[in-house]
């Protein structure tokens, strides 16, 4: 268990334990939710728009029938030409 204190400025310095845990860096941005219990958490922003993204482009490469690395580059490569003209 780890305790913070809330500064006067509502600030508070997150304990290295959980920045190493959250894999927080300076200049990242917290994320806090309520679930639907009451609880609040608090997890990594940058993490978890990763994982929504991950989770949003799931099963795109196999649509595309896209089966390695150098196709997905391909590809990205393809979609910045069209885009310069």
Not at 50 to 73: C, D, H, L, P, Y
Request: glycine share 8%.
């Amino acid at each position: 268990m780890n305790l913070a204190r809330v500064s006067s400025n509502g600030q508070i310095t997150v304990p290295v334990e959980i920045r190493r845990l959250l894999g927080l860096k300076s200049g990242d941005k917290v994320l806090f939710f309520q679930k639907q219990d009451g609880e609040v958490v608090m997890s990594n922003a940058s993490s978890q728009a990763i994982r929504k993204a991950q989770a949003a482009f799931a099963g795109a490469a196999e649509a595309m029938n896209i089966t390695s690395e150098e196709e997905v580059q391909l590809f990205v490569d393809e979609v910045r030409c069209k885009e310069r003209g």
